[in-house]
């Protein structure tokens, strides 16, 4: 097993890419747009199919830990211990999927006239439960139910005695890891307290302290072995000891004086590159205008859009409901900004909640129309599928090393079971 220091990363973030062909009535314009919307399929083609066998080679491992087991003679597991938890990036993230920022706070003009922003929904004296979930299955239909994780019995592994458990887990995990984690002790001691455990791994874990005063801490896992060692080594080759990415993007350390490392052994996805903010605001900057224009012409004030990407709606309909805004506290965005990207209320609105709700409805068919007016929805997507298919075109021959990679693990595990 190699020890190296390195800035860590096991999924690639997760981003949206979808096909938006920007049909035009010349021909060769057209082709060209056919040419990028062909390209833009293919490259979700490739990022789905690469979530998928990170799934299925995720869901493989722990088969390939209990053949080896029981290759050594042991027929009853830890199924907690096999069990694969949810893995960021399969699980929570999911495939490929649509979405726009301005989907925020923008409405769908079919919902505007009835819903309005959907603020009205929180601001009544009383809450309808069954509104809000009326409301928010029409603005995201293809939305999952989050499903709770359904975890394995265990009664049969639970029902071995202290020593049948403490040889399971010494094969699957090896002498060091058990030695590290003090699993014997804690099997042969049952009722023993959190603070006699707790004491007892202060001494044993690999946990080095230079005593400075700003408390320098390396905290280092034991070395892998067992038949989860071998599994390891089966799928992927030698695993990695690789220190934590410990600072941020804006360059802040998380931990002064911290060092966390880890073991890796599963194929990195690459990282995909930010989108080009600047050309997305260029792109877009016309058809913001015009589209805030209209706004302000229907006669709801002068709006602005934050960070190129949202509106201070809920901060707005505060003051329109309750006469006061909640604004972000320090640290968490610029009240003043938001202050100045919202326009003042009306001096004619009204006292009563109906007519709150009837103006909210206003604004929002009003917010709705003009942006069918000038198509902004469909200039904003363009201009951002433009930019993440620059993004996923600059590591597409790393995702496709990515994927060869994944295949042949698969292909490994399918071998040995």
Request: proline share 4%; glycine share 6%; with cysteine.
């Amino acid at each position: 097993m190699r020890r190296r220091s390195a800035a860590a990363g096991v999924t690639a973030a997760i981003t949206a890419l979808v096909g938006l062909s920007a049909c035009t009535a010349d021909g060769s314009d057209g082709d060209k747009e056919q040419s990028a919307e062909e390209t833009k399929v293919s490259l979700v083609d490739l990022l789905n199919e690469n979530e998928r066998l990170f799934a299925e080679l995720y869901e493989t491992e722990p088969k390939v830990t209990r053949a080896c087991l029981e290759e050594q003679g042991f027929t009853v597991h830890d199924e907690m211990a096999l069990y694969q938890h949810h893995a960021v990036g399969v699980d929570q993230g999911g495939l490929q999927e649509d979405h726009y920022d301005f989907q925020n706070w923008l409405p769908e003009t079919e919902m505007a006239a009835d819903w309005g922003f959907g603020q009205w929904l929180w601001r009544g004296d009383q809450t309808d439960d069954d509104l809000l979930e009326e409301y928010n299955a029409l603005r995201r239909p293809e939305e999952t139910e989050v499903v709770e994780e359904e975890y394995p019995d265990n009664s049969a592994f639970e029902a071995l005695d202290a020593e049948e458990k403490i040889a399971w887990y010494t094969a699957f995990m090896g002498e060091a890891k058990m030695e590290y984690e003090d699993r014997a002790w804690q099997l042969r001691h049952p009722d023993a307290t959190e603070e006699e455990i707790g004491a007892r791994l202060s001494e044993i874990q690999n946990v080095e302290d230079d005593g400075s005063i700003e408390g320098d801490l390396e905290i280092v896992p034991p070395d892998l072995g067992g038949c989860e060692l071998t599994m390891i080594e089966s799928l992927y080759g030698e695993p990695e000891l690789v220190q934590e990415d410990m600072e941020m993007e804006d360059g802040t350390v998380v931990e002064e004086g911290m060092a966390i490392y880890n073991w890796e052994y599963r194929p990195e996805a690459p990282a995909v590159p930010p989108n080009d903010s600047e050309a997305i605001a260029a792109d877009t900057a016309a058809v913001t205008d015009a589209f805030l224009g209209c706004v302000a012409d229907r006669g709801f004030g002068e709006w602005q859009v934050v960070d190129d990407s949202w509106m201070p709606l809920s901060q707005y309909f505060d003051l329109v409901y309750y006469g006061e805004s909640t604004f972000p506290e320090e640290g968490m965005g610029d009240s003043e900004e938001i202050a100045d990207s919202m326009p003042e209320l009306p001096e004619d609105l009204p006292s009563d909640f109906e007519g709150k709700k009837a103006y909210e409805i206003d604004m929002a068919v009003a917010f709705a129309g003009c942006a069918d007016e000038v198509e902004y929805r469909e200039t904003v997507m363009a201009a951002y599928d433009k930019a993440e298919l620059a993004a996923y075109e600059a590591i597409e021959t790393e995702l496709f090393a990515y994927q060869e990679a994944l295949r042949t693990a698969l292909a490994t595990a399918q071998d040995l079971l």
